[in-house]
């Protein structure tokens, strides 16, 4: 199936749309509160503070506010628009990049980074990656969620001839994959691929979990849930690592 979406100046206006899809699903959101939630401990020990870095509309950080009672939890993103959405529901949203300039909060004073659903769309993810190294305390937690190349229907597609999910050769039209959104996927990973990036990039990978994706076709969905049981074949990665 193939549907055009309009391109008008790159990526930046790409991502200005509204009409661009954000988020994977509340599944992947929860999921990722609660592994970040466990990894700070209740804000009684001490209030933390944690970056959403490309919070979009704040739908994730606001899924992931009530697991994280009394901690701060500051949204970044560098869409104007996405921030106008994202002030409904957090707090704290400001505008920040990973390039040009960097983040706007000094070395070493960030607890947590959250970083959902991101890293997928950058042209250098290594420069990400360094900036949020930067900003983390020695220690501090990176929560990354991202869609997984090496998905169980993927292995099945391309052994088929077809374009994997989550993949895309256009930012106008979806040519040669199931689905119907184009979303603006530049970088795709496996799980083993992105460990050794986390690792390269100066982060000691804690722990990696699978969660289901919420567009696969409802009667493969219990399968797709089965799946998250071994991360190297789950629809999405979620990944907690520490800043070494």
């Not at 100046?9 to 509160?33: C, I, K």
């Not at 077809?162 to 795709?188: D, K, M, N, W, Y």
């Not at 990973?189 to 990039?201: G, P, V, W, Y």
Request: glycine share 10%; charged share 20%.
């Amino acid at each position: 199936m193939t549907t055009t979406t309009p391109v008008r100046n790159g990526l930046r206006d790409f991502y200005e749309d509204p009409a661009v899809p954000v988020a994977s699903g509340t599944p992947r959101s929860l999921r990722q509160a609660r592994m970040l939630a466990a990894a700070l401990g209740p804000a009684t020990a001490g209030a933390k503070t944690v970056l959403d870095i490309g919070c979009g509309d704040g739908t994730a950080a606001a899924t992931a506010a009530p697991f994280l009672a009394g901690h701060r939890l500051v949204g970044v993103d560098w869409s104007q628009d996405a921030l106008r959405r994202a002030h409904t529901r957090l707090p704290y949203a400001v505008r920040g990049e990973l390039t040009d300039g960097g983040l706007p909060f000094a070395s070493a004073t960030a607890d947590a980074v959250l970083f959902s659903e991101v890293i997928e769309h950058l042209v250098d993810p290594d420069g990400a990656l360094d900036e949020i190294r930067r900003v983390l305390r020695p220690g501090g937690h990176l929560m990354l969620s991202t869609p997984n190349l090496a998905a169980w229907y993927n292995r099945a597609l391309l052994l088929a001839g077809v374009q994997p999910v989550f993949s895309e050769v256009s930012l106008r039209a979806i040519h040669g994959r199931p689905g119907t959104e184009v979303v603006g996927h530049l970088r795709l990973c496996t799980a083993r691929a992105l460990r050794e990036l986390m690792t390269a990039s100066g982060f000691e990978v804690v722990r990696l979990r699978g969660a289901p994706f919420h567009g696969v076709p409802r009667p493969l969905r219990p399968l797709d849930r089965l799946a998250c049981a071994v991360p190297s074949a789950a629809s999405l990665l979620l990944l907690h690592a520490r800043r070494t």
